[in-house]
DNA sequence: CGAGGGGATCTAGCGGTGCTAGCTATTGGA
DNA sequence: TCCAATAGCTAGCACCGCTAGATCCCCTCG
């Protein structure tokens, strides 16, 4: 604490902080690429430490286990889904919540293995109030912009739970096989139209 | 099986397959148990073997694998979910779909290990055209007949599998604790007011 | 009634998993 | 130059899904 700062902080002890962080941005790196190339049952500590040429033991000097390692691979997937949903800008004659349903299922669908560590797997990644990840919060709030222009008289976080929840539905019965492939336009189209046209009255 | 079948059937051959078949519906019984009492995880072929006091090469005498246990569960669960769909008729003043919909997560909120094993966990279980179990046509079914006074002009298999596909956001982003309970009672209002208000034009 | 055959069941073990105790060897500081 | 701290490894534990091969029981037939 006292010795490591001193010289403007460029000092040994800094440079194998520095290279301890590579190294564990590298284990998130190659699980996750693991997992979207032969999916999470493959991703195993052995073979994870094998592509990053240490041993075993390694890994858990940087994680408490295997969890915490997809846990830290599903959250910095929701800073890529955050991003993603922050450029997909409606086309002409597009609606902004149109392309971001649109852009949330290109990318459950290109990123099988990463969507579902994100939203299937269950983790302890905390969901209530206290230290949600930035990551999340933004992924979530970007769906809440896409959603605020026809929100009418609702309530806006409770719609947009509905909104990512539909999303979130037909995501993973479509990756599971479970939902015909003919209907995937329809789908898309009802889906939108029942929630933004809604004529609503006030009452009920 | 020229032997077997005299005497009106009342054959030890009789006993014996009555006794297999007593025995195979006791493996999945003991599995759906245990994955609903401790999780899935807990269910191990040496358990599941152990508690149905057999040892475990005899739990391969009836099925493949443990997938297959598992999957003779879901699909068990899926009549269980039909059942229920069936019998849940709306009280006065309730829609039907409202009835159904809350039926539906109503069973998934009670037997989550349950549910999974029917629609989380990825298993082979043809949902394509040919050979879908009985009883998951049964439960699709029932989820049409619920949509289908608020169809209006649109596509019912198409919106039914909407419905379906919300449900089952809603119940699994529920389970693992990433809606806020606060919205419960919301979220449904407007996922039922969306679907089934909206005073559609034809046209697009 | 006794011997043989066949099927049902078990014991034991294989290769894999996540995880960790405890040894080794390198390396920075006095 | 020597020492101590520490980063990393080897080896192993308990468990997993699954199966080969031995064993035992029970039914059939002479």
Redesign the pocket.
């Known amino acids: 604490m006292s ?1 490591g700062a001193r010289f403007g902080g460029v ?3 800094n ?2 902080e520095r ?2 962080a590579e ?1 564990h941005q590298l284990i998130i790196d190659v699980a996750r690429d693991l997992a979207e190339a032969e999916g999470w049952d ?8 094998e592509k990053v ?9 940087h ?7 997809v846990r830290a691979v599903a959250i910095q997937g929701c800073g890529e889904l955050a991003r993603l949903l922050r450029k997909a800008r409606p086309s002409r004659g597009e609606s902004r919540l149109r392309a971001a349903a649109e852009a949330y299922l290109e990318f459950a669908r290109r990123r099988p293995a990463l969507y579902d560590a994100m939203f299937v797997q269950q983790s302890d990644i905390p969901w209530g109030t206290d230290e949600v990840p930035q990551e999340l919060l933004d992924a979530f709030g970007e769906l809440v912009a896409a959603v605020e222009p026809v929100r009418g008289e609702r309530d806006l976080e409770a719609l947009t739970e509905v909104f990512w929840s539909s999303l979130h539905g037909i995501a993973t019965l479509m990756q599971g096989g479970r939902l015909r492939p003919v209907h995937d336009e329809t789908r898309l189209d009802l889906l939108l139209g029942a929630l933004s046209l809604a004529e609503h009255e006030d009452g009920l």
């Open positions: 010795s000092t040994i002890q440079r194998r290279e301890r190294r493959a991703v195993t500590t052995r073979r994870l430490a040429e240490y041993s075993q033991p390694v890994l858990y000097s994680f408490k286990g295997k969890d915490a390692i």
